[in-house]
């Protein structure tokens, strides 16, 4: 089992940026896709971006394409997620996720292991 530790969460105003930090207990970490989904409060958990196991590959949600970068550091075992021009809509639970198979999946119940989730809120 994948153990998920996300980081980096915090209190930002619009405009800001912050960078969260995925840390996975695997040494296989390198073997598998990663994702990062966000959840609002009354709202369902949504798709932010996928990284390939090898950082080939990304994918990102329309409403974050051009502002925020999803990065690998596999010697590390951790992914990033560099947000940047944030929004007062960007606020919610930030969560990565491990992805087990291919291709690249934006659907949350096509991951396999989750973390706790980082808070992340932009002030106006």
């Known amino acids: 089992q994948v153990q998920l530790v996300e980081s980096g969460g915090g209190l930002v105003q619009a405009g800001g940026s912050l960078r969260l930090s995925c840390a996975a207990s695997e040494r296989t970490f390198g073997t598998y896709a990663m994702g990062w989904f966000r959840q609002a409060p009354g709202k369902e958990r949504e798709f932010v971006a996928v990284?390939?196991?090898?950082?080939?590959?990304?994918s990102y949600a329309d409403s974050v394409k051009g502002r925020f970068t999803i990065s690998r550091d596999n010697a590390k075992n951790t992914v990033y997620l560099q947000m940047n021009s944030l929004k007062p809509e960007d606020t919610a639970v930030y969560y990565c996720?491990?992805?087990?198979?291919?291709?690249?999946?934006?659907?949350?119940?096509?991951?396999?292991?989750w973390g706790q989730g980082t808070q992340v809120t932009v002030s106006s």
């Open positions: 990284i390939s196991r090898y950082g080939g590959s990304r």
């Open positions: 996720a491990v992805d087990l198979h291919l291709p690249l999946h934006t659907r949350p119940q096509d991951y396999d292991y």
